[in-house]
């Protein structure tokens, strides 16, 4: 490769902040970029554009990454801005109050993307009163009310000092990055906090919001953290349910019935809780035939099973997938970290793409039956609520699933 992705990748996130700092890791990871001891915002900015590299951060709920790709022969540029961002960013008050603000922009226009909003919704619906389930950024009084102490002091405790992987990927020398990061002062091993498992809520909700389309998520809880060979197994399902053009929820509800533009399914993982997902978007008038469709389409898998030829050709689209991304390093370095935290072994392209191929038939089928355990189902419309007598023959639809 002629180019490197650096990831620092912290453990801490949302779900970590109490009733009284909502949004406080969100802010900080902002604020990384505001400036450090000996370089201002515009100064970070410029190291990188000047390269023509990236510099980029997200938070999650369970972590926050700062991350960049460059080209390898400017490695030790980016290595030395981060490392400068994360151990001496200032925190000046002028610049905390614009990006205050600026924060206080994103969550607005974030109430404004009706499948961001009913995301949160859907989280709150399966794991409700608990951290894992809160937005992300917090609210806009949340962020009002976080002051320049309380914002340093998550910062110094978190980034500067508390546990820290590093992942890299492409062109670079071993022996610079790991210089650079011996200079970094002493850090914790491990987190402090004590995390309160969530509890898994089963039902169903109609969640009245002021949208043009109802959205439906049907979700299911993953009861155990999984192993390397489960969790391919669950992408492969996952594939063939609904991640694909092909796949059986995509080609009932959009190909056949008509009645939904976005269809697909995903995987959420943290570290004690997980759970699958399938997700729709459609008119009003087609609220109950979603609803049927994909009940009934979920209920023929679980009596039925798979093909041959459809589980085949899941696993060579996922093997495609993972030979295509091989070559991004930005997705090699979240691969890493990815199976850093879910304790798999660092793998090449072509050991993934071995393992996704021999997954044995009978682990999907035990895996699919753990999976559409429809006693644990929770059901969400998010959208205009349905009158009480379309809502009471969903429901009653709906319940037969669960008993």
């Known amino acids: ?31 990384l970029f505001k400036g450090t001891t000996t370089k201002s915002a515009f100064d970070i900015a410029v190291s990188f554009d000047r390269i023509g590299g990236y510099l980029n951060a997200f938070t999650e709920r369970e972590n926050m990454c700062l991350h960049c790709v460059v080209p390898g022969l400017h490695i030790s540029t980016a290595m030395e801005v981060i490392c400068d961002m994360v151990q001496n960013s200032t925190f000046e008050e002028l610049e905390l109050e614009r990006e205050r ?22 989280s709150e619906a399966v794991w409700p009163l608990h951290s894992v389930s809160s937005p992300i950024a917090g609210s806009v009084a949340d962020v009002r009310k976080l002051t320049r102490k309380t914002i340093f002091e998550w910062y110094n405790n978190f980034i500067t000092h508390g546990p820290l992987v590093v992942c890299v990927s ?11 990061l011996s200079n970094l002062p002493l850090r914790k091993k491990t987190s402090t ?39 391919f197994a669950l992408l492969i399902l996952n594939a063939m349910i609904g991640d694909t ?25 943290y570290s004690d809780a997980a759970c699958w ?16 469709t ?6 023929k898998l679980l009596v039925e ?37 879910f304790g798999f072994p660092q793998r090449s392209a072509e050991e993934t793409t071995e393992i996704i191929r021999k997954i044995p038939l009978e682990l999907l089928d035990t895996t699919l039956k753990s999976i559409l355990d429809f006693s644990a189902m929770n059901f969400m419309i998010y959208g205009s609520k349905p009158g009480i007598g379309l809502r009471k023959k969903i429901k009653s639809f709906i319940q037969d699933y669960i008993n």
């Not at 059986?248 to 697909?264: A, C, H, P, T």
């Not at 399938?278 to 049927?292: G, I, L, M, R």
């Not at 997938?321 to 935290?341: A, G, P, V």
């Open 1 to 31: 490769a002629k180019t490197a992705a650096i990831g620092f990748w912290f453990d801490v996130g949302s779900r970590h902040e109490g009733q009284d700092c909502r949004g406080i890791t969100h802010f900080v990871e902002h604020m």
């Open 193 to 231: 906090f004590n995390l309160e498992k969530p509890k898994w809520n089963t039902g169903i909700v109609f969640n009245d919001a002021p949208f043009q389309q109802n959205q439906f998520f049907l979700q299911l809880p993953i009861s155990h953290l999984v192993d390397e060979k489960q969790y």
């Open 170 to 180: 492409g062109c670079f020398e071993k022996e610079l990055i790991i210089q650079y």
């Open 277 to 292: 997902c399938a997700y729709s978007s459609a008119s009003k008038k087609n609220t109950f035939a979603v609803t049927e």
């Open 101 to 122: 603000a600026v924060i206080e922009s994103e969550i607005i226009s974030s109430q404004d993307d009706p499948e961001e909003v009913a995301m949160d919704a859907a």
């Open 294 to 299: 994909l009940l009934s389409q979920l209920k």
């Open 245 to 269: 053009m092909s796949s059986r929820l995509f080609q009932s509800l959009r190909e056949k019935g008509g009645y939904s533009y976005n269809v697909y399914s995903f995987l959420t993982f």
């Open 305 to 341: 099973g798979f093909s041959t030829e459809e589980i085949k050709a899941a696993c060579e689209h996922l093997c495609g997938e993972e030979i295509i991304f091989s070559e991004d390093m930005e997705y090699r370095m979240k691969r890493l970290f990815r199976n850093h935290s």
